[in-house]
Nanobody, 121 residues
């Protein structure tokens, strides 16, 4: 069974930084595209950043230049480095990945449980 576990959330002052991690475990053959989403209170979930297996990245306009998505394929771990944080970045952040699962190479749309990021003074 495949699991995604996020960590690294917390309370940070405006202008500060946090790094979120998403560790994948279980019967994994390969991890393809990985995405970070966020959902603020009372708002819809939004796509923040995407990274493909080859390392191509894409970002929401609201986080371009401040957030960086990356991955360590050897560790099956993905990251979201968040700099220059603003109060409007406050949300629960979710990791999502397209995974081929052993042994039958079933394609799995996996989600983590979310980690809360609060940006406040």
């Amino acid at each position: 069974q495949v699991q995604l576990v996020e960590s690294g959330g917390g309370l940070v002052q405006p202008g500060g930084s946090l790094r979120l991690s998403c560790a994948a475990s279980g019967s994994i053959f390969s991890i393809h595209a990985v995405r970070w989403y966020r959902q603020a209170p009372g708002k819809q979930r939004e796509l923040v950043a995407t990274i493909t297996l080859s390392g191509s990245t894409n970002y929401a306009d609201s986080v371009k230049g401040r957030f960086t998505i990356s991955r360590d394929n050897a560790k099956n771990t993905m990251y979201l480095q968040m700099n220059s944080l603003k109060p409007e970045d406050t949300a629960v952040y979710y990791c999502n990945a397209d995974i081929l699962e052993r042994p039958k190479l079933n394609r799995l749309d996996a989600w983590g449980q979310g980690t809360l990021v609060t940006v406040s003074s």
